[in-house]
């Protein structure tokens, strides 16, 4: 059975019929994951968005010394994707990964173009989606070029509390582009 959450999430943005609803629901798939489970690994050709439902979920980089740099996490009522790669059909660049046990809708890329296609109000709904996540990564990057790490954490635990109290220290410390003792040390000073 779907869960009401995906259609409240679609709902902030567009209002859809009895039938848009219906169509909608047929063509997304929908997978329970165990904790540690792998969406999406690099390397692998992107075909689907992703929204969650319920769990957590984490998108990062590993360099060629295995080195992961995080580049977003996912809670439920959030969509992830290797953006780039979804578009262009493309080797992911990023691997997801479950933290915890999670369930996900899945909508493949030809099943989006055909619901572009069927309906065209679905096109608003991910154009802000879009929009959302580029601001947010655009002001991402510039306060990594332009505060200090503390100043990038606090910042972090305040706009997203929630993933802070989901996720491990290691984890938020890649994301923030600094060792995890970096981090322990900030935490520690904070504490005092």
Known sequence: MI????LKNVAKHISLDQDETAYFL???KQKKYPKKSNILKEGEICHTINFVQS???RAFYRDTEGKESTIMFAISDWW?????CFISQQP???NIETIEESTIFHLQKEDLDELYIKIPKFERFFRVI???????EQLRVIQNLSLSAEQRYHIFLNKYPQV??????KQIASYLGITPEFLSMIRSNKNK
């Open 3 to 6: 869960d009401n959450a995906i």
């Open 26 to 28: 047929s063509i997304l």
């Open 55 to 57: 769990g957590t979920l």
């Open 80 to 84: 992830i994707t290797d953006m780039s």
């Open 92 to 94: 992911a660049m990023l």
């Open 130 to 136: 879009m929009q959302n996540a580029y601001i947010r």
């Open 164 to 169: 802070a109290q989901q996720v491990t220290q």
